[in-house]
């Protein structure tokens, strides 16, 4: 069965800094992975995915993560911090065959300093 | 465009009272439904998801249950609430497997 785990359940940078949000997952089959965003009492927002292709992924907002599939690890990075970026960033994955559920981390808060 | 709906924002029962949230998607077919649940602290966890009508799949044995009466609404239910069923509710719809997924706007459930 998949499972993920992030690294860091707060992560404090200061603005204009390097975010890096860590994101470990397993999978029995190849993968498929998505980062999602949550501002306070809303949904989730989708960042970026990888399905196939290319192992460096671009998404909204500046944010862009790479798929190692030898560290198994889908970290999130975005080079230079905004106080907008403040708010939840889960990591999640898919497996590509079977049963289609779809597994979250337990979610990285990001605090951005001044 | 596809759209869904989930209600109510919020809610405030009762422990031993009833509970049902509907969940409904609108403009596609056949979608993969989910429930998750999130308690503060505890990320999403996957309650129950669905590939089909009357298909459920339950993730966490617990004081929940849902249904899929129609293909593009996702019902969670319970006979008799607890403390512990407080949290935020979200129901979320993907067409596939390896697409992604789109979220409701949640429900917050205090179990008094």
């Known amino acids: 069965a998949q499972s993920v785990t992030q690294l860091g359940s707060h992560v404090s940078v200061s603005e204009g800094a390097l975010v ?39 998404g909204i907002n500046g944010f862009e993560a790479e798929f190692k599939k030898s560290e198994t690890s889908f970290h999130l990075t975005k080079p230079s911090a905004h106080m907008s970026d403040a708010a939840e960033y889960f990591c999640a994955v898919s497996e590509i065959q079977g049963a289609q559920k779809l597994v979250f981390g337990q979610g990285t808060r990001l605090t951005i300093n001044p | 465009s596809q759209t869904i709906h989930q209600w109510p924002a919020t809610l405030v029962q009762p422990v031993g009272s009833p509970l049902s949230l509907e969940c409904t998607v609108e403009g596609t077919s056949n979608p993969n439904l989910y429930w998750y649940r999130q308690a503060a602290g505890r990320g999403l966890q996957l309650l129950f998801y669905s590939v089909g009508i009357g298909q459920i799949s339950s993730e966490v044995p617990q004081n929940l249950s849902a249904s899929r009466p129609q293909d593009r609404q996702f019902i969670l239910s319970s006979k008799k609430l607890l403390l512990s069923d407080s949290g935020f509710y979200l129901c979320a719809w993907r067409k596939t497997g390896r697409g992604e997924a789109f979220f409701g706007q949640g429900t917050r459930l205090t179990v008094v």
């Open chain 1, 20 to 58: 890096l949000l860590r994101c470990n997952y397993s999978s029995s089959v190849p993968p498929y992975l998505f980062w999602y965003v949550q501002y306070p009492n809303q949904g989730l927002q989708l960042l970026l995915k990888y399905t196939t292709g290319a192992t460096l992924v671009k």
